[in-house]
């Protein structure tokens, strides 16, 4: 196996040098300006000698972290690289990429001579390109978290790796998580009382019905579990991998695939682990997630800066030092087979220039699901009565299915592509509360469902809701110090109308609020006297069983919110080892595949905190089988 990354060009054209301006357009110097933002005054530094743009920085801005920094990072490089202010917006992150270009336009009034100049579009700058031939160990097609999971234990074992990344940024859907990670954890749960409702959901499971050998299996193991915790006078909340392994199953309504759950459920904390060893910190104890039905979700401590980022800078460190090359702009198109066996792939940049990559050892597809492609939605969606572009996603927008038609094209089996999930609301950056400080109101102001329910369930009863749409009412006890149980700062979102239709009010009283938003006081208070009584432990009209604060003390939150396309759970078929299986049953050599891409774990309904999980347990077992390939001798 080599363990030099073996990267070589066959054919060599690129851009080598800066594309020429006149000579003396500016007056060297370094000038500064502002643009405006999604979160307000960006300001910007230019430095010029008298022939180019040297650089272009960011001094200050308040976009939100992992949502633009597609763009902060993309836009200066492109003005430098390519001598122009015509650069694209990065799509995902148009307002951070406007405030970029027109704070650098703003400093560079004062230093050039000729602006028309600087407006000529990449094209017209372009140069011929030939393909552009590299080789290695392993190839991970896609940046985010499986992908990143991949690429760390592969070169960790080893392997020389390179990352295709078609986005100009890494972190996929990952870093804009604000969701969490589920594993059953004895340590971080043992602080936490199980309640008598948690405690019936258990006994529940363990009198449903088993649906099959897997499930009776596993019913019988969490009967000796629990019967073991109920003999020690146990009080904390129980939870194993058998009992995250039913519930993953029964949540998706059987539909999963057995064998795979059950690898998930018990490599869950290793993946926990898996994060910490390269400098992830996790909040004491867990909670449960929007839709994780137990409270085992891990939540980051925010030293990266948002949960997401948590999921994606601890390997992005650990891989600048490896032998490993992270591409950006670089769009997969289709898998080399030779034999029978995938040995590389071709794609193109985004300015256009070919490459083809091949790998001794294997390719592994961590390319994400497809909830930004609406005609894939449509042409899959069976269980939704409507998919299209009317519902916008939280996905970033890179979330196009690539992958799937890519392994397809080699031979690939698909399974469960028809399992679309919404969620009740569409965008990250509304401020969330953990789901036992949840309150959902619809414009009446009142409850409609059960907030601890399955997201689809929730997001069913959510499009009934007067036009489609409903309150998240949150207080000074969840939004504490500006900031929400999920690390969004407040203040930057108060009156921003979302590009997803969503909005984000404060009041310092709660008449003040239902003015704002346009609901009835009455109502609203009424409601939230009901809830306060569920909170000191009366039951809940809807069955809801977590429940944590009180609501009551000013200011008080509202997020106007309607369902979105959040996550698909079908995708590439694979087996326990990752390998992707062709429509025979049979692996694909040199083949690999995890993450949102793949079909098979979450079934019908994937769990709040499970999308995490999965990427980490499967990221990880790709990356490990892949490496563990015996080197093809492949010349490029
Ligand atoms: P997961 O949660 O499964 O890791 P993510 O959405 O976080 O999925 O990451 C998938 C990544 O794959 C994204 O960064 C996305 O831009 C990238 N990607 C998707 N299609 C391609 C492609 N054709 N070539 C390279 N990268 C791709």
Redesign the pocket.
């Known amino acids: 196996m080599k363990r030099i990354l073996g990267v070589f060009l066959c054919c060599v054209l690129l851009i080598s040098a800066l594309p020429v301006l006149a000579e003396g357009l500016f007056t060297p110097g370094v000038y500064e300006g502002t643009g405006t933002g999604f979160g307000g005054e960006m300001k910007v530094s230019v430095e010029v000698d008298q022939d180019a743009i040297l650089s272009v920085a960011i001094l200050s801005h308040g976009e939100t972290a992992g949502v633009a920094d597609p763009a902060l990072n993309a836009i200066p490089k492109a003005i430098v690289e390519h001598q122009t202010l015509a650069i694209d917006t990065v799509a995902g992150c148009t307002m951070a990429s406007r405030a970029v270009l027109d704070a650098a336009r703003a400093a560079l009034e004062g230093a050039c001579s000729d602006m028309g100049a600087l407006e000529k579009a990449v094209e017209e700058r372009a140069q011929a390109f030939e393909t552009e031939a590299k080789a290695c160990d392993v190839i991970v ?7 990143l999971a991949a690429a760390t234990e592969a070169a960790k074992a080893g392997s020389s790796v390179i990352i ?4 100009p940024a ?6 804009r998580a604000g969701s969490a990670l589920n594993a059953a954890d004895p340590e971080r749960q043992a602080g936490i009382a199980m309640s008598d409702s948690e405690r019936e959901s258990i006994e529940a499971i363990l009198a449903a019905e088993p649906r099959d050998e897997w499930m009776e299996k596993w019913q019988k193991a969490l009967s000796e579990e629990f019967d073991a915790y109920v003999s020690a006078g146990s009080t904390y909340l129980f939870d194993s991998p058998t009992l995250h392994k039913l519930q993953t199953y029964m949540g998706g309504d059987y539909v999963g695939n057995p064998e795979l759950i059950d690898v998930f459920g018990d490599e869950a904390l290793a993946g926990v682990d898996f994060l910490t060893s390269y400098g992830a910190s996790w909040q004491p104890g867990v909670t449960a997630a929007m839709g994780a039905t137990w409270k085992r979700s891990h939540n980051p401590e925010l030293i990266y800066g948002s949960k997401g980022m948590t999921f994606i800078k601890p390997l992005e460190n650990f891989l600048a030092q490896a032998d490993c090359l992270t591409l950006t702009d ?4 289709h898998l080399i087979m030779k034999d029978g066996r995938c040995v590389g792939v071709t ?1 193109v940049t985004s300015e256009g220039q070919p490459f083809e990559i091949t790998a001794s050892q294997g390719v592994v597809i ?4 497809f909830s930004a492609n609406v005609e894939m939605r449509e042409a899959y969606n069976r269980h939704w009565v409507y998919i299209g572009e009317n519902l916008s996603t939280s ?2 927008p ?3 299915g ?2 799937i038609v ?1 392994a397809q094209e080699a031979g690939a089996n698909l399974t469960g592509m028809e399992w679309i999930q919404l969620t009740p609301w569409g965008s990250l950056a509304i401020p969330q509360a953990a789901i036992d400080n949840m309150l959902f109101v619809n414009k009446e102001g009142k409850r409609f469902i059960n907030e601890d329910n399955r997201r689809d369930v929730m997001t069913k009863y959510a499009l009934d809701q007067t036009d489609s749409q409903f309150f998240l009412i949150y207080d000074g006890n969840i939004i504490v110090d500006g900031v929400s149980q999920t690390g969004n700062k407040v203040d930057e979102l108060v009156g921003q109308e979302l590009a997803t239709g969503e909005r984000f009010y404060r009041a310092e009283t709660l008449e003040d609020l239902c003015a704002q938003i346009g609901m009835p006081y009455e109502a609203l208070k009424k409601t939230i006297e009901d809830y306060n009584a569920c909170v000191d432990g009366q039951a809940d009209e809807f069955g809801r069983s977590l429940f944590d604060k009180k609501l009551g003390v000013a200011p008080f939150y509202a997020s106007r919110t309607a369902p979105c396309v959040h996550h698909t759970m079908g995708g590439i078929e694979i087996n326990t080892s990752t390998e992707v299986l062709d429509t025979a049953g049979n692996a694909i050599p040199g083949l690999y595949a ?4 793949t079909g098979g774990v979450h079934g019908s309904n994937r769990l709040g905190g499970n ?1 995490i999980a999965d ?1 980490f347990v499967f ?1 990880r077992i790709a990356g490990q089988n892949v490496s563990a390939q015996d080197a093809l001798g492949l010349a490029a």
Request: aromatic residues 0%.
């Open positions: 097609i896609g940046a985010g978290g499986a992908g295709l990344e078609k986005m890494i972190g996929g859907n990952t870093i670089h769009k997969a198109q794609g961590a390319t994400g699901g996905n970033h890179g979330a196009t690539d992958g890519m995890a993450g949102e891409v999308a990427i990221g």
